[in-house]
């Protein structure tokens, strides 16, 4: 099961890849290499779809297609996409977040002021609740 069913995990790196590259931002989330990997990694996990088929060789399924090479190519995926995400979790925070670098650099978010916006719209949906349950 771990390499036999392959459609929705190479549907799914296919699509994330492809995502990537059509990124038009002047500085993207992702390199565009990372959208290219992740359609080869898709790929490369293709042929484990064949283990039920083959008793031996390349493509049973201790074989070098269809255990090692998908095997070997999600390590690889996984190590990157980790690194990947957590420079784009840190490049967001620090564009959001106030800090002594970075694009936003003393322009933080007012919390205070997004929680009394948010405090006011919920005391109208509480009137407007209040007004349609007396007319009811």
């Given at each position: ?56 060789g390349p493509l049973a399924w201790n074989g070098l297609l269809s255990w090692w090479?998908?095997?070997?190519s999600y390590l690889v995926w996984m190590a990157v996409m ?55």
């Open positions: 099961m771990l390499v036999g069913v392959t459609f929705t995990a190479v549907l799914q790196v296919v699509v994330i890849g492809i995502a990537m590259l059509q990124d038009g931002r002047e500085a993207p989330i992702f390199p565009r290499w990372a959208g290219w990997l992740n359609i080869v990694v898709g790929a490369t996990w293709i042929p484990g779809t064949f283990i039920v088929y083959a008793k031996h090479v998908p095997c070997a980790t690194v990947l995400l957590l420079k784009a979790v840190d490049r967001e925070e620090s564009e959001v977040l106030p800090g002594p670098t970075g694009p936003a650099a003393g322009r933080g978010v007012d919390y205070q002021l997004q929680l009394d916006v948010l405090r006011a719209d919920l005391g109208s949906l509480r009137d407007e609740i209040g007004a349609s349950s007396h007319h009811s």
